[in-house]
């Protein structure tokens, strides 16, 4: 029997085993493989950098914690870079097992870098509410009817950092961190389109490609695509977190991708001619 | 390198479930299932536990138990109804009863009841969508896809030559009513070319997205479990 066509019938198992080595590898001792920010991710971070000091943005982050590797680093680098410029975060999440994750990562980044910021009146975190689009238009007709309470339980008209922000027009950017539906996509529909407010977008790699004709009709300021597009973030930024320490692993996962469809391509024109 | 494993209890439950669902590269097993059905479990739970307290409590609940009391949001008018004054809450009954009426699909003879909620939940997204696609892809994608082929810098020309030529051939490889044959043909085959690269650049974006997830649990694993560093 031939290598090839001992190759067509290989345990797929073995494929998991190297696939799992090659990940692990540079997880414990990195290569430093070279991050080069592509163009979209270097407007992303202009856009942010372009708010005025002080200003409200409101950032959606639709996601839960399937999509964790990707949109929590993109969420951190974010808000560190909003809070530096003293920036006021509006946080919505349209996805049910978001509101917790999201909250947790704020937190997260408040305690350890910004130990100054409070909740209610640097950023707020208004929680869950079904209904996909049309919790974007409602919000279109006021923040305060969309959301009457935050996730915490507050009534959000009690709230300082809500004191200035009441409809779209008192955001100069939206940033939407998106695993899906709804995202990104009905963000851009619904309100970019509907309110022309700027907005950049953070999304899953499996979802990328379908968002960068945004991109090139200028719809969407800037995007950043799945775990490259947040380590392009962080090296912007001259952070080192999850996903620029995740970059190794995947570059190697994706040469051992291309190498299995290269023989993969190879063994049956093999078995088809012998 | 060394070892300092988290001495957090849920940190060991959450490596534990995320080893049990590794289990099933190996082949299926009991710990596989466990992990499983302990998932489907509490993420139904979850959800129903969640969506009480962030959604039907607040959205319903409070604000009709308030109208009921009298407690108005306009001070000029007490009582359930006064959408001339922007008190809209009495007006929650309406949705609250078609939120009850889909529930009558469980009660067979008045099961029609479910589809009155239903077409307005359908005409009011149907609505939505559309004119969400009209104003923020058919329009402006049209709009961005009308850009001058000569701009002066050769990079940029060139760029906008390759889009305009991909747009235009494969929008016509997808024109099934005429034989893709003679110069039709090559235009439609350049079109397949063109959408090849499309779904190269699709499947590339897909390995990077899973590969993700395994880099997240290994992460995880590493660092926030068995704390090597």
């Not at chain 1, 490609?209 to 490259?228: K, R």
């Amino acid at each position: 029997m031939s290598p090839l066509e001992r190759l067509a019938r290989l345990d797929r198992r073995w494929i998991f085993l190297m696939m799992g080595i090659l990940v692990l590898i540079p997880l414990l001792w990195p290569l430093k493989m070279e991050i080069r920010p592509t163009a979209s991710s270097r407007t992303f971070h202009r856009a942010i950098a372009a708010i005025p000091d002080g200003a409200t943005v409101l950032m959606s982050c639709d996601y839960d914690p399937g999509s964790i590797p990707e949109m929590v680093p993109m969420t951190r680098t974010a808000m560190r870079q909003l809070w530096e410029k003293n920036c006021k975060v509006v946080v919505t999440v349209l996805w049910p097992g978001g509101p917790g994750l999201v909250d947790k990562v704020i937190e997260d980044v408040a305690v350890a870098d910004f130990p100054g910021k409070r909740y209610g009146v640097d950023w707020v975190n208004l929680g869950y509410k079904p209904g996909n689009e049309a919790v974007m238009v409602l919000m279109g007709q006021g923040i305060l009817t969309a959301f009457p309470n935050d996730y915490r339980g507050n009534l959000t008209r009690s709230l300082p950092i809500m004191q200035r922000a009441r409809t779209y027009a008192d955001f100069p950017l939206l940033i939407s961190i998106s695993a899906g539906y709804p995202g990104t996509k009905e963000w851009v529909q619904q309100v970019q389109a509907r309110f022309h407010l700027p907005m950049v977008a953070g999304v899953t790699a499996v979802s990328a490609p379908e968002f960068f004709p945004y991109v090139q009709s200028g719809q969407l300021v800037g995007l950043l695509g799945g775990m490259a597009g947040a380590a392009e973030y962080e090296k912007l930024r001259n952070e080192s977190g999850d996903a620029s320490r995740g970059m190794d692993a995947q570059s190697l996962a994706h040469v051992f991708v291309a190498l299995c469809i290269v023989l993969g391509n190879l063994v049956p024109r093999r078995r088809a001619g012998s | 390198m060394s070892l300092h494993p988290s001495p957090d209890l849920s940190v060991w439950v959450a490596a534990f479930l995320t080893l049990c669902i590794f289990s099933f590269l190996y082949r299926d097993n009991p710990f596989y299932k466990f992990a499983e059905h302990l998932f489907v479990g509490v993420s139904a739970g979850y959800y129903i536990i969640l969506n009480f307290w962030t959604v039907l409590v607040p959205n319903l609940g409070e604000p009709l138990l308030a109208s009921f009391q009298g407690r108005g949001v306009v001070a000029a008018r007490d009582g359930m109804f006064a959408a001339s004054l922007g008190d809209y809450r009495g007006w929650l009954l309406i949705p609250a009863l078609l939120g009850l009426m889909l529930f009558t699909r469980l009660f067979g003879r008045i099961g029609w009841m479910s589809r009155w909620p239903l077409a307005v939940i359908i005409g009011v997204f149907a609505g939505l969508k559309t004119t969400g696609y009209a104003q923020g892809d058919l329009v402006a994608q049209i709009e961005g896809s009308l850009q001058p082929l000569w701009t002066g810098d050769p990079a940029t020309t060139i760029n906008a030559i390759i889009f305009t030529v991909g747009l235009l051939t494969s929008l016509l490889f997808f024109f099934y009513s005429r034989e893709p044959r003679g110069a039709f043909g090559v235009v439609s085959r350049i079109g397949i070319g063109f959408l090849m690269v499309g779904f190269g650049a699709g499947y590339g974006y897909t390995v990077m997205s899973r590969v993700s997830l395994l880099i997240g649990r290994f992460q995880f694993l590493l660092g926030d479990w068995l704390g090597l560093r």
